[in-house]
């Protein structure tokens, strides 16, 4: 009879400690949420602040200036042969 009862105290008391893992486990990913949360809340307000930053400091730029263009044949060899393109240089 006693080695009944200690046979069902055993697997009674590792269920109860599974029991008490399975919920501490539970109970420990509450803030685990609450991380996640704020880090994808302070991504979206990166985001935001990037976007605000952008539409206005940095709208689309032209560069324009002055260009130098170089013919790289000489004009007497493409006259001499037609079959050349004319290639430029251009800085």
Known sequence: METI???VWTKTKVLIKAL???GIVLVLQIPTFFVQDLIKEREQRQKEAI???SSKW???QNIAGPVL???TCPPSILLKYKWLRMR????
Do not use: D, R, S, T
Not at 88 to 91: R, T
């Open 20 to 22: 008490v893992i399975g």
């Open 88 to 91: 430029y240089l251009i800085f």
């Open 5 to 7: 009862v200690q046979n």
């Open 58 to 60: 940095a709208a689309k």
């Open 51 to 53: 976007a605000e930053v």
């Open 69 to 71: 263009v170089f013919l």
